[in-house]
């Protein structure tokens, strides 16, 4: 029943979002399409939407993007001196790396969080175990490629989603 009204919540907001009026009419039309498009499709909703509802997930969230952006300018400029001076080390591959989140919608935000890192895709999560193609792999210890690849999103990323 939660995953319903979070669901319908989601659609209802969506709808706001897209006519940006509150006429009673277009409302109401909103409504309609809300409850029927939930009642096909909640199945397809995450679990435990309601934690996001809680203001301190929020804020980790707002706390998580500027984190997010810097990682993701200094990948850039790695990438960058890798490419334009042909004589610095690429070392490209495909790597096996353990995350500790537990949430499917945590995993998923790690993984896209990866991919949109330049130097960085992922390509499959398989359980705990995420394979990344890597454009320089550097080292063969697990636990280290695990913490330079994932160990930096992965706390604020718990603390959102778990």
């Known amino acids: 029943m939660m995953k319903w009204l979070m669901c319908l919540l989601s659609m209802l907001i969506l709808w706001v979002l897209l006519f ?3 006429e009673p009419m277009v409302l109401a039309a909103g409504l309609c399409a809300g409850l029927f498009l939930s009642t096909w499709f909640s199945g397809l909703f995450p679990e435990n939407m309601q934690k996001l509802l809680n ?64 130097g960085t895709l992922t390509m499959d999560i398989d359980g705990q175990d995420v394979y990344v193609h890597w454009i320089n792999i550097d080292t063969e210890d697990v636990k280290k490629r695990t913490e330079e690849i994932c160990g930096r999103f992965e706390p604020l990323l718990r603390r959102i989603f778990e």
């Not at 001076?85 to 993984?111: H, N, Q, W």
Request: proline share 10%; glycine share 2%.
């Open 55 to 118: 203001p301190k997930r929020w804020g980790y969230f707002l706390l998580y993007l500027p984190y997010f952006f810097w990682h993701v300018i200094r990948a850039n400029f790695d990438v960058m001196l890798r490419v334009i001076p042909p004589e610095l080390p690429i070392r490209p591959g495909i790597v096996k790396v353990r995350t500790t989140l537990t949430s499917d919608m945590a995993k998923t935000f790690l993984a896209n969080s990866i991919t949109l890192t330049p």
């Open 20 to 22: 940006w009026t509150y």
